[in-house]
């Protein structure tokens, strides 16, 4: 995955993009042969000096095979999960890339296309076009489970209730490709969803595509 310098389009793909992401997130794999190791690592670093908790690491552990999983069921290809710290406690949230290629025979919609088709329908949802270093996106935030943002009507759970999550997703299309690089930011944090959007938006900010020498604005 790649952008050359200046305007110029690009001939061909790129071969890999790079994100620069805080101190004390994970790239877990979601690869079902290296998926156990991998969550198994991230919980002795986590769980480091804690030999009480046995049953909350079970948890933690299933909980993070589960999302791995899923993560490649949809598509993934990396996954990020955050033990930042911010004194004493760890700030939760995860970054889902999915690689989204476009059906054989179907044109890829511009992005103005892209974030009209995502505004329809949904009145949570903020939908914005953006630029960022690697391109234009569209950007998709939602706020759920908040006393101002109940569960959609119809919804699963305890009398309209859902778990609470800020999300934003950042849509861009793969230069010389026909697909869309998906970015999909998820927390619980919605006391503070405004830092924690800052925060997404400085990590899709970072995305550089890379051809086989390096990345390029």
């Known amino acids: ?3 050359t310098p200046g305007n110029a389009p690009r001939t061909a793909p790129p071969a890999d993009y790079q994100l ?3 101190e004390g997130w994970f790239r877990l794999s979601i690869d079902p042969e290296r998926r156990e190791r991998s969550v198994d690592a991230l919980l002795e670093r986590q769980f480091d000096g804690i030999d009480n908790a046995p049953h909350v690491r079970r948890e933690v552990r299933g909980a993070l095979l589960e999302q791995a999983t899923a993560a490649f069921q949809d598509g993934g290809i990396e996954l990020y999960i955050s033990l930042q710290q911010a004194g004493h406690l760890t700030i939760p949230a995860s970054l889902l890339v999915t690689l989204v290629p476009m059906p054989s025979g179907v044109r890829m919609p511009t992005v103005q296309e892209l974030a ?3 505004s329809d329908g ?3 949802r903020e939908v914005t076009v953006v630029e960022l270093a690697a391109g234009t996106a ?5 706020l759920m489970g908040g006393p101002d943002h109940p569960a959609p009507a119809g919804a699963p759970g305890d009398a309209g209730k859902t778990l609470p999550s800020v999300t934003s997703d950042y849509q861009l299309p793969v ?6 690089l998906l970015l999909t930011f998820s927390s619980p944090l919605v006391q503070i969803a405004d830092a924690m959007l800052e925060l997404f938006d400085a990590v899709a900010g970072s995305l550089k595509w890379m051809d086989g020498e390096g990345a390029h604005e």
């Not at 569209?138 to 939602?142: G, K, P, Q, S, T």
């Not at 230069?175 to 869309?180: D, F, N, S």
């Open 1 to 3: 995955m790649i952008v």
């Open 20 to 22: 620069l992401l805080p």
């Open 116 to 118: 009209r088709s995502l």
């Open 122 to 124: 949904d009145p949570e």
């Open 138 to 142: 569209v950007r998709v935030r939602r």
């Open 175 to 180: 230069p010389a490709t026909e697909a869309h």
